[in-house]
């Protein structure tokens, strides 16, 4: 059970999208339905690191080591390679302790049948576009 959606429809009447900032304080006022709640959604993002691998060089080094000539090349992307997986390594650690958690107020029974809608979320800013009922924007300002 998911208690967001992603989605572009139009917002219902009175709704409209805001920002939340993953530091932000929010009223305790369920963001579908507008009611008083002490319940929250809590959105987690394990991060936004993705491993690109802009060079193939499982596929160069072997057939690199075979020929003398290309023997100082051939050191040098094997000391490239060890070189990117401690990069790697090290920046999966500095993503899985940058780990974003979003508690976004939001009632027992919308969180069973309207799930938050978010429109945009931003990881390095910290931040999400969710769409939100005119009682908690109301109360946010
Ligand atoms: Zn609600």
């Known amino acids: 059970m ?15 999208d805001i920002t939340i900032n993953v530091h932000q304080k929010l009223p305790r006022i ?17 991060d936004a690191y993705t491993e ?3 060079y ?7 057939f690199m080591i075979f020929i003398p000539f290309f023997q100082i090349i051939a050191h040098v992307l094997i000391l490239a390679r060890i070189w990117q997986a401690i990069e790697k390594r090290w920046n999966r650690r500095k993503a899985s302790t940058n780990d974003l958690t979003f508690k976004i107020p939001h009632c027992l029974s919308c969180s069973k049948k309207r ?4 429109r945009h979320f931003d990881f390095h800013g910290r931040n999400m576009i969710v769409d939100a009922h005119p009682a908690f924007r109301g109360s946010l300002s």
Not at 33 to 45: A, E, H, W
């Open 30 to 46: 369920c963001i579908r339905c507008g009611d008083s709640t002490k319940r929250v959604s809590p959105l987690r993002y394990k």
């Open 2 to 16: 998911s208690y967001v959606v992603r989605s572009n429809s139009p917002s219902r009447q009175g709704h409209a």
């Open 56 to 62: 193939d060089w499982a596929r160069a080094t072997p």
């Open 115 to 118: 799930p938050i809608i978010q």
């Open 52 to 54: 690109v691998n802009p």
